[in-house]
């Protein structure tokens, strides 16, 4: 017996491969394997997975499903390594599934503290993963690593205030030994930061704020002390180069959302993308979309880095459809401002200067009456993935037009944990925490669709139109098809170079997560949560 | 009374059980309420309490000492209700749950006549990670295996004569979650490890290497639980003070 055991342990000694910096940093040469929340560094949400192809797409049948133990909604986008997936569950849960099966290895419960404050869900997008630990925020500001074999806490960090308001919901990003992750709260009167961990430890490593203080440069964007409480919350994953070094971020709105009189000024870094040196945080640029916003357009899109011929020339370029209504390419190298052109209905600007800058239509701001402004609150797109796929050279998003709300303003005095906003938004399009159960809306009142735009003019190619609006991401796959969905439980697949409806299925709640993709044993899944369950096809055998 | 092998923390409830079963027949308790309950226990009751029961003044849960109560009932009662004016809060339990906990309580009494004692615990490190070869098959924070039981915080959860009794002792049972599995491939393949889950068409488990694997059954030869654990009895490769020391070690760990 004791030969045994001793031959039964000394298989000990070969582990199973560990999900290294350098595997992150080339996870294109590993298309089986979904290693970070958008598929890669350069966050494309683009598969090189070629099984599922437009011939045999209306082949495709369920194979499992995972149902999250919670009501809220499941935004989040899984991970699969080497067979295991990994995602959260709602409000900070982890959970690891045999990706063949949908069978639970593990579950980790996060316990968050009823003092958690979350604007609009007590949701999770999704975790990180290096070495052998998976990471994961939790809406009361803890960050977590796990032993992705157990479960097992292996260390935890205090990175913000519960009771203030912060709250982490995104997937965190690895980049290196760092674990990057910023923090959400905007509408509690947050001071947003992003801030590097150490991936072994836990330890802090760096800090950027979003919102800087009088003193430092651009300090003075802010009137007197509205810097302190000013918003500019991170709630989606960025993207990384790692030829400049440099992690790119989207920062939301500043607060209050609808009154802006208190913080006059442009109010920086709010509705930026920013770009941070990896090893430092220090910021080498930023640039920001909407100047002093008051129509809560937060800029926590996900960056889409993209390397393209432009007008002759190569260029390292960024793709964002942002929620003011704007499409913009970007030289990711610097900040240049290349391309800005409406994807959807804009009356809040009259256009874009040369440099990028909207021009603000005249009493087309929030009022205490009252005034209906496109696009609405919500936005012309969110913070739903968008797609650029290398093989059409053509960037796909999520896209809600005709959508208008009426902006009221209101004074709002800052109390710590209680909501801090300046007057609220009236909608025709109710939000996702509302979903109405039956739908009664004219075209003119708000509809969604898929969007598919040429980055090097602007211009629409195709889009394919929905009755309800989407709350979806979106994946391209290198055979030529785009997954995504709607509000309506649609799931379906188009064809990315025409926007062809090619196969589709009904999965009976809304779909507010990124379809993603990955194989085992050369068999092709895809992965979409709808309603409370993830559910993952593959092509009938 | 030094009986063979038996996987530490797998052996804790069955050899207690053993001990307790007279009483817990009399109350018609199942060994299933019992880890039911201890779990409860673990998780609400174990930090003002503490895993051996006995630190409250006036109160030793683990000796069957109570303040206020005698019978089961009023013991639930008071789990379930707290006590106003103290420090025992309400707990949100089923009536059902409160009784798995004092079917808990009544196990650790029914075998509080088994002694131990818990040696030093620097000495009992070295043994751990030397001589003991105990990092072989469990972890402790981020050293040693996962394929044994976690060790992290077995000082929260196990009194000192349970663990002294996993450590010499060959239990009957174990605890359901930390039981070893076998599977045989249809190609002859042999993969040995912790079962995690399993239905009627699949199983999953973290094998010898420390993978997870999942098998359908369908492409198995054969799939079973390994009767026995591979858990070594310490009896006659520790000194008795070693055991001792070992056993300090364990109590000592409280988590991260």
């Keep these: 017996m004791k030969l045994r055991f001793l031959l039964l342990f000394s298989a000990a000694a070969t582990l199973p491969a560990q999900v290294t910096s350098d595997r992150l940093m080339h996870s294109d040469k590993e298309p089986q394997n979904w290693l970070s929340y958008s598929g890669g560094y350069q966050s494309q949400r683009y598969t090189a997975l070629k099984e599922i192809t437009p011939a045999n797409v209306k082949n495709l049948e369920l194979q499992w499903a995972f149902q999250q133990r919670s009501l809220e909604k499941f935004e989040a986008t899984p991970l699969v390594v080497d067979g295991v997936m990994y995602t959260t569950q709602a409000p900070s849960d982890v959970v690891a599934l045999d990706a063949t099966t949908g069978r639970v290895f593990w579950s980790f419960s996060a316990n968050v503290k009823a003092e958690s404050r979350t604007c609009c869900g007590r949701v999770n997008r999704g975790v990180a993963i290096l070495g052998d630990n998976v990471f994961v925020g939790t809406i009361d500001g803890r960050l977590i690593a796990l032993d992705a074999r157990t479960g097992k806490q292996v ?326 098809l785009l997954f995504s969905g709607g509000r309506d439980g649609n799931f379906y697949a188009l064809d990315a170079k025409t926007g062809a409806l090619l196969w589709r299925t009904q999965l009976g709640g809304p779909i507010a997560a990124g379809p993603m993709s990955y194989s085992i044993n050369g068999r092709q899944f895809i992965a979409i949560n709808a309603g409370t369950t993830m559910y993952v096809f593959a092509v009938k055998q | 009374m030094f009986p063979p092998k038996f996987l530490l923390p797998l052996a804790l409830a069955s050899g207690l059980l053993a001990l307790a079963g007279g009483l817990l027949a009399q109350h018609g308790y199942t060994p299933s309420d019992v880890e039911s309950g201890g779990r409860l226990y673990r998780v609400n009751c174990s930090a003002c309490h503490g895993p051996n029961g006995d630190l409250q003044p006036g109160v030793d849960l683990g000796h069957g000492k109570f303040k206020r109560a005698n019978s089961d009932e009023e013991i639930a009662a008071i789990i379930t209700h707290g006590i106003p004016g103290t420090a025992m809060p309400p707990g949100n339990f089923s009536d059902s749950q409160a009784l798995t906990i004092v079917a808990y309580l009544r196990s650790l009494a029914a075998s509080a006549n088994v002694s131990a004692t818990a040696g030093d615990p620097a000495r009992g490190k070295q043994i751990f990670e030397g001589k003991g070869q105990c990092l072989t098959c469990h972890r402790v924070r981020t050293s040693g295996s996962r394929v044994g039981p976690d060790l992290t915080d077995i000082g929260m959860l196990r009194r000192t004569a349970e663990l002294q009794k996993a450590l010499i002792d060959r239990g009957v049972d174990t605890v359901a979650a930390n039981r070893f599995y076998r599977v045989v491939t249809r190609d002859g393949q042999t993969v040995t490890g912790r079962l995690l889950n399993e239905d009627t068409f699949s199983i999953q488990m973290i094998d010898t290497s420390e993978k997870l694997r999942s098998f359908k059954i369908a492409d198995l030869r054969e799939h079973a639980f390994e009767t026995q654990s591979p858990m070594p009895s310490y009896k006659d490769k520790l000194t008795p003070e070693e055991i001792s020391d070992l056993v300090g070690y364990l109590t000592s760990l409280k988590g991260l």
Excluded at chain 1, 171 to 183: E, Q
Excluded at chain 1, 329 to 339: A, C, E, F, I, S
Excluded at chain 1, 385 to 401: I, K, N, Q, R
Excluded at chain 1, 403 to 408: A, I
Aim: aromatic share 14%.
């Design chain 1, 155 to 480: 260390w935890k960090v205090q990175v913000a205030k519960a009771e203030a308001g912060y709250s982490l919901m995104h997937a965190p990003l690895v980049i290196k030994d760092k674990v990057i992750i910023g923090t959400a709260g905007g509408e509690f009167g947050i001071r947003g930061f992003i801030a590097a961990y150490d991936a072994a430890t836990g330890k802090e490593l760096w800090r950027f704020y979003t919102i800087p203080e009088p003193g430092e440069k651009n300090g003075n964007t802010w009137a007197g002390d509205s810097w302190k409480h000013g918003g500019a919350s991170v709630w989606v994953t960025g993207a990384y180069d790692p030829e400049l070094n440099l992690t790119y971020w989207g920062i939301g709105n500043p607060g209050p959302d609808w009154n802006g009189d208190k913080r006059a000024g442009e109010n920086l870094y709010s509705d930026c993308v920013v770009a941070l040196d990896v090893d430092t945080g220090e910021l080498k640029w930023y640039y920001q979309f909407t100047p002093h916003d008051d129509f809560d357009f937060d800029s926590v899109q996900v960056p889409v880095l993209a390397n393209m011929q432009w007008q002759g020339r190569d260029r390292k370029v960024m793709l964002w459809g942002n929620r003011n209504g704007f499409f913009y390419v970007l030289d990711r190298t610097n900040g240049q401002y290349m391309l800005g052109k409406p994807f959807a209905k804009v009356t809040w600007t009259t256009g874009l200067d040369e440099r990028g800058r909207p021009m603000r239509q005249a009493n087309m701001e929030p009022t205490p009456q009252g005034t209906r402004i496109y696009p609405g609150n919500l936005g012309a797109t969110n913070w739903y993935s968008p797609s650029y796929s290398p093989e059409t050279g053509l960037f796909y998003l999520s896209v809600w037009d005709n959508y208008s709300s009426v902006y009221g303003k209101a004074d709002s005095d800052y109390v710590e944990g209680r909501l801090y906003m300046g007057g609220a938004p009236r909608n025709v399009v109710p939000l996702l925490m509302q979903p109405a159960p039956t739908l009664q809306r004219r075209e003119d009142e708000g509809y969604g669709a898929v969007r598919a735009i040429d980055p090097r003019t602007g211009e629409r190619k195709w889009e394919f139109k929905m009755t309800d609006v989407t709350d979806a991401g979106i994946l391209t796959t290198a055979s030529g």
